[in-house]
Each structure stands twice: as C-alpha cells, then as structure tokens.
C-alpha cells in the first residue's frame, strides 16, 4: 500500500512540476501569435466567468457561452490534450465558435469588455461588424 501512496505522490508531483514549467515556458514566449495562442483558453475562462454574469447578454448566448466553457473545463476531449499542438485544438474551436455566436447577440463593446487579452485578437475571432443595409432614398 505504501509503494502505491509513493508512485502516486510522485506522479502527482510531476504533473505540477510539468504544469508550472509549461507557464513559465508561456511567460517567457516572445509577444506574436505563439503568445497569443498560449493565452487563449485562459483568456476564454475568463470571458466566460464575465460574460455570465452580465446582464446586457441574451439567455441564448450565455447558454452558448456556458456550454463551451464547460467543454473546455471538461477532461473528455475529441482529442487528446497530451498530442502536442492538436490537443487543445477541439477546445479552440469550440470557444471560437460560441463567440462567434455570442457576438451575432451581444453588443461588440460588451465582448470586447469581457476580452482579457489582445483585443484585436477578439476583433480577428468576430470578424467585421455587421452594418444595416442602408436603402437608398426613392428617386423622384
């Protein structure tokens, strides 16, 4: 029983040494896309927690935002978060489509307010703004 404790302190360890290591790597990543990306899905987190609480944001886009932010605290992936590079990927999709979403709902200025990160990053994620068909006036 004792070696069992033993190898599972041991592997817990070295799950949050690997962890620390992989923040301070993040830290150290010069400013670009690569930083950007590190940021993201802590960056979502946030904007997730933001958004839910805010009252300017329709039911059906705090539900979109919700399901994604369970999604990406969800342990079970389409794929696996140890792959490097693709791992994370499903998650990224996942977020970068209910924000798509939740931007088609709430305001512009509202998400950018939730947006921790780079905002041109979340003006990238959006797209244009949307704008009204403008009618032109009848001729005479």
């Not at 839910?52 to 994604?68: E, G, S, T």
């Not at 978060?81 to 999709?93: A, H, N, S, T, W």
């Not at 905002?119 to 005479?140: A, I, S, Y």
Request: net charge positive.
């Amino acid at each position: 029983m004792r070696d069992w404790l033993i190898w599972l302190g041991t592997g817990f360890a070295l799950l949050v040494l690997s962890w620390a290591l992989l923040i301070a790597a993040a830290r150290l990543l010069p400013p670009g896309i690569l930083r950007d990306l590190a940021a993201f899905v802590p960056d979502c987190v946030t904007t997730v927690r933001r958004l839910r609480k805010d009252p300017r944001v329709p039911r059906r886009a705090k539900i979109a935002i919700i399901a994604a932010g369970i999604w990406v605290a969800s342990p079970i992936d389409l794929i696996p978060e140890f792959l490097p590079v693709i791992g994370p990927l499903d998650d990224i999709i996942v977020v970068a489509l209910a924000l798509r979403y939740a931007g088609r709902q709430v305001p512009r200025d509202v998400l950018l307010a939730a947006w921790p990160g780079d905002p041109h990053l979340m003006e990238r994620l959006l797209g244009r703004p949307r704008t009204l068909p403008t009618t032109p006036p009848p001729t005479p």
